[in-house]
């Protein structure tokens, strides 16, 4: 009997995801040369994916089946440069200065930058740290699911992962808008400067993206990513609830250090509610995955 390739719940959403963006980067175009770039993405992502799905059945089925856990994460990597071609040409910054209000409330009136600095160097460097660590979420959950012998779930994390995480990057055309730190240079800092903060800095000089701050896709992904593990990994709450409390520090951190607003932590939570109701919806529904 033959049989034919199949596409996971995790590739779907990318394909969607792919083809939402050359599809509204028509009505962009008078902000970023975008010309035909996404479509060209879109048919470079449809072309890994099918070859993806054919090879697990054509090739050594175990090596294709491992490079599907995996690849959803390379091509999420390819999303969020992606939204780079969204910059626009210029900010008005009115949500900027709608947003700051809120943080000086948090910040100064609250008191969360006196507390935090009052251990001195420990806790900003802390909170620094968990916002560098966002990039390794990912291939962590997908480990942590890995290592409690439960990779027949794997599609279903990482589509709470991508939900999480996607819908962010989903939304930053229609709200472009500028980090606090550049919007407000001099404005609201820490006054604790750490290795992992000028390290932080650096790597957004370098390789951050520039069309939007909201909602907060550091955010989002550290939620969701948690969300996932609760609801997969019952049995492991220790593990949901250790990523919960990260996930909440990454929230924290995006304020404190100035890469976001706390609107955009609000968000990117909202955000990941989304990731949480579709896990819910899919817990109720049998594994499809090998």
């Not at 770039?37 to 072309?47: D, S």
């Not at 490079?67 to 992606?82: G, V």
């Not at 930058?113 to 802390?126: C, F, Q, V």
């Not at 069309?211 to 609801?231: K, T």
């Amino acid at each position: 009997m033959r049989i034919h390739p199949r596409l996971r719940n995790s590739e779907w959403i990318l394909l969607v995801f792919f083809s939402y963006v050359a599809v509204i980067s028509v009505w962009f175009q008078t902000r970023s040369s975008l010309r035909w770039l996404p479509f060209l993405v879109l048919a470079a992502a449809v072309t890994l994916i099918a070859a993806l799905a054919v090879g697990e059945v054509r090739g050594p089925r175990w090596l294709f089946n491992y490079a599907r856990d995996w690849a959803p994460l390379a091509l999420t990597l390819t999303a969020y440069r992606e939204m780079d071609w969204f910059t626009p040409t210029h900010y008005n910054y009115r949500l900027e200065n709608s947003w700051v209000a809120w943080d000086r409330l948090v910040l100064d009136r609250w008191g969360l930058r006196g507390a935090l600095e009052s251990s001195g160097a420990l806790l900003p460097g802390y909170f620094e740290f968990c916002y560098l660590l966002v990039y390794a979420v990912a291939p962590f959950t997908i480990a942590m699911v890995y290592a409690c012998n439960k990779r027949e779930l794997v599609d279903r994390v990482v589509v709470l992962y991508l939900i999480g995480t996607l819908t962010a990057y989903a939304l930053f055309p229609y709200f472009p808008s500028a980090p606090p730190r550049t919007v407000f240079p001099g404005q609201d800092l820490p006054r604790v400067l750490t290795p992992f903060r000028e390290f932080n800095l650096w790597l957004l000089r370098g390789y951050g993206i520039h069309s939007s701050v909201f909602p907060s896709a550091h955010v989002s992904s550290a939620f969701a990513a948690a969300w996932a593990l609760m609801l997969f990994l019952p049995e492991r709450r220790w593990l949901g609830w250790g990523v919960l409390v990260y996930a909440m520090s990454v929230a924290v951190a995006t304020v404190y250090g100035r890469y976001h607003y706390a609107a955009d932590a609000a968000a990117g939570f909202g955000v990941s509610l989304l990731a949480a109701a579709s896990g819910k919806w899919q817990t109720a529904r049998p594994s499809a995955q090998d």
